[in-house]
Nanobody
Framework: VQLQASGGGLVQAGAGLRLSCAVS????????VGWFRQAPGKEREIVAA???????YYADSVKGRFTISRVNAGNTVYLQISSLKPEDTGVYYC???????????????????WGQGTLVTVSS
């Protein structure tokens, strides 16, 4: 299984971005997927997760601004980001795990597969 994250870039505060995570593998419809970010000098943190049944989870810091979604036919998970803030700056990673139950997975250590990350830089 391979994950390819894309869509990052340099944007001004208040702007929006859409990140994409393309997932290879035949069982994508049974994968839980999460988006994490790592700011400079900080630990990696969960921002959003989606189960295979499209149940979602958001960190408090991004609620109302981030939207996670998935298109099973395209093996892709999206993270739509609006109203970007400088504190959203970091490398955004997607991760996946095949699971039996439709739960959202919020712990990084629970994921089996990771993408390479895409950098989001928000200027003030």
């Amino acid at each position: 299984v391979q994950l390819q994250a894309s869509g990052g870039g340099l944007v001004q505060a208040g702007a929006g971005l859409r990140l994409s995570c393309a997932v290879s593998g035949r069982a994508f419809q049974r994968y839980g997927v999460g988006w994490f970010r790592q700011a400079p000098g900080k630990e990696r943190e969960i921002v959003a997760a989606i189960s295979w049944s499209e149940r979602t989870y958001y960190a408090d810091s991004v609620k109302g601004r981030f939207t996670i979604s998935r298109v099973n036919a395209g093996n892709t998970v999206y993270l739509q980001i609006s109203s970007l803030k400088p504190e959203d700056t970091g490398v955004y990673y997607c991760a996946a795990k095949e699971v039996r139950h439709p739960t959202t997975i919020v712990t990084s250590s629970a994921y089996d597969y990771w993408g390479q990350g895409t950098l989001v830089t928000v200027s003030s």
